[in-house]
Each structure stands twice: as C-alpha cells, then as structure tokens.
C-alpha cells in the first residue's frame, strides 16, 4: 500500500517566501513612516536620503530624529515576538507571552527603581537592571502557578499560569505606578517609554537595544532545534540525550532577556509576544526554525504599524502603540482561554 504524501502546507520554501514578503512590507512602511510627521516628507525625498542625496535639513529629520524611532520599533517587536515563541516553546503553554506571565511588568518595575536609585547611572546598565526584574516577576508568576500537592505536583496549568500572570502583572504595574506618582520631578519624562510607546526614540536608545538583540536574536535561532525537543514532552526529550532542566533554564534565560531588553525600548507593548508567535504558528507550523524568523518579523511589523497607526490617527497628537496592540491582543487572549477551557 503506498504511503500517503506528507502535507506540504509548512515547507521551507514558503517560510522564505513569507519572509520575504514581510521584509517587503517592512521595508515599504518603514519608508512611509520615514515620511510622516509634523512636517511631511514625500517618498520621493525619503528615498533620496537612503541613497545618500537630498539636502542637509530632510537628511537631519530623516536620519536623526525618524529613524532611530522606526529602528527601536523593529528591534523591540522582533524582541517581544521572540521571547514569546520562546516561552511558548518552553512552557508548552499557549497563553505564554512576556506581558501576560509578569515578565514585562517585572522589567518596567525594575527599571522604574534602576532610574530612580541612579538617575546619572550610565545607559547601559538600564537593560541589566531590566533583565533581573523580568526574572523576579517570572519566577514570582511559575512559583504562584505551581501545583504543590497532589498528583499534580510541581506541574503547571496554563490557564492558571496566565491568570496569575495577569495578577501579577498588575500588582507590579501598580507598584510602577505608585513609584512615579511619588518620584521627582522630571523623572515621569524620562520614564514615559515605560508606557509601551517609542516616542522619543534617538540613537542612543536604538544603541543601547543594538548589542543585545545582535546577541539575543541568533541565539534564540540557534535554540531552535532545542525548542523542538522540548515541546516533544519531558519524557521523550529525556530519551532522546537531552538535559531538560539545563535546556529549559537556557532558554528561558534568553527569552527573559530579549524582553526585559525590549522593555527598555519601547515598553510594555502589549499582547505583541502573543500574537506574533501565533499568527507565525498559523502560517509557516511549529518547527522554531521556521517559527522564530517569521514571528521576528511579524512583530516587528506589527509594533511599526501600531506607531505609524499612533501618529496618523490624531494629529498632531501621538496615540502610543501600546493602546493599538492590547487592543488587538486583549480580545485574542480572552478566545484563547476559552479555548483552552
């Protein structure tokens, strides 16, 4: 009897077709975005620029105050979209994401105090404060989630695991809040990026995102195959040579670290490393080699869009992208815990 063919709807050839279609997509709205401020800039003048021509006052809006702003879009969603896929992997949970499960809200929090504790401490050191918040706040959400008696022990339940995350969530956030409520003055200004917005993005910003996602993100791509044993089961990952607890802790350690980075760009953009990874999951299947690079672009994609959103929508006022991603994500996350019963 002869075998029946394989399903070719997940191939690598369409995974590098939909890539290059995204990377299209970004490039082209990069460039209208380029162009849209509070003075407009035609395409025609912003590609000019690109290429090394146009005059001195267009390159200086295009070049020094716009780019930097798309730049930090593109790295914290590729960031946010990763860390998601990440954590899905690992958690074998769906409703995992860095702003659901406390990861983010824990960053914020930490960068909230790393600011007010060392206002003239250098710029570099916000991401690592950032970082062992997120951690706090992940492993505060794993350690409220667990099962801790029973047949169940040490387990987790994934709806439970994104309701406490919720809670968690937004205690931290109301400690922020708090925080800045009672904080100096000035300081709300220096804190405004907290707020899931990349208004106000200049180059130093974009280089203190730049090293971690050019460690973070291939190595998220070469966790990959990682991530595919994991997701087969403990048990089988066990059987196949595989150190869990070892393989876990790492990648969990890279995911926690693309988000609490990101938060440092942009934020806590919500629902940006749920939905991304979803809707690459939807498109190109579950392996991570081809999960991750598509969910990357997606999410960048999706926070450049939310911010060229915010800035067309009511001039010369700036809705942050933030409003425009939870308002996408809230409703998807409510049909996934219906789903999950």
């Given at each position: ?6 399903p070719?709807r997940?191939?690598?050839?369409r ?9 299209a997509?970004i ?17 025609a ?8 021509r146009?005059?001195?006052?267009t ?10 702003r ?7 969603g ?15 949970n ?10 983010g ?31 706090v ?13 029973g ?21 931290l ?23 899931g ?14 090293p ?14 990682t ?9 089988l990952?066990?059987?196949l ?28 953009l ?13 498109l ?12 990357m ?6 926070v ?7 800035r067309v929508l ?19 996350f ?8």
């Amino acid at each position: 009897m002869n075998q029946a063919p394989l399903p070719t709807r997940y191939t690598t050839p369409r995974a590098l077709a939909l890539g290059l279609l995204l990377i299209a997509l970004i490039l082209g709205l990069s460039v209208l975005a380029l162009g849209i401020g509070a003075v407009q800039t035609p395409a025609a003048d912003v590609l000019d620029v690109l290429f090394g021509r146009g005059d001195d006052l267009t390159r200086q809006l295009v070049l020094e105050l716009r780019a930097p702003r798309i730049l930090t879009a593109l790295l914290t969603g590729a960031m946010f979209a990763a860390s998601g896929a990440m954590m899905q992997g690992v958690i074998r949970n769906p409703l995992a994401s860095p702003d659901i499960i406390g990861v983010g809200a824990g960053a914020g929090l930490a960068a909230t105090l790393f600011l007010l504790a060392w206002p003239d401490a250098p710029a570099g050191g916000l991401p690592w404060a950032a970082f062992c918040g997120a951690w706090v706040g992940f492993g505060l959400v794993l350690l409220l989630s667990r099962e801790w008696r029973g047949l169940n022990r040490n387990r987790l339940h994934p709806v439970r695991l994104a309701l406490v995350g919720v809670a968690a969530a937004a205690a931290l956030g109301a400690w922020q809040q708090l925080i800045l409520v009672r904080a100096p003055d000035g300081l709300g200004a220096a804190l405004s990026f907290l707020t899931g917005t990349v208004y106000g993005a200049d180059v130093g910003r974009v280089m203190r995102l730049l090293p971690w996602a050019l460690v973070l993100l291939p190595a998220s791509l070469l966790l990959s195959r990682t991530l595919d044993v994991l997701n087969l089961g403990e048990d089988l990952a066990t059987s196949l040579g595989t150190r869990v607890n070892a393989a876990r802790l790492l990648c969990l350690t890279v995911a926690v670290a693309l988000a609490g980075a990101a938060v440092t760009g942009a934020g806590v953009l919500g629902f940006v490393g749920l939905l991304a990874p979803h809707l690459a999951r939807l498109l190109v299947g579950g392996k991570h080699a081809r999960l991750l690079p598509v969910a990357m672009l997606l999410g960048a994609l999706l926070v450049l869009a939310a911010d060229t959103l915010g800035r067309v929508l009511l001039p010369p006022l700036e809705v942050p992208a933030g409003i425009f991603t939870t308002l996408v994500g809230a409703p998807y996350f409510l049909y996934l815990l219906r789903k999950t019963k």
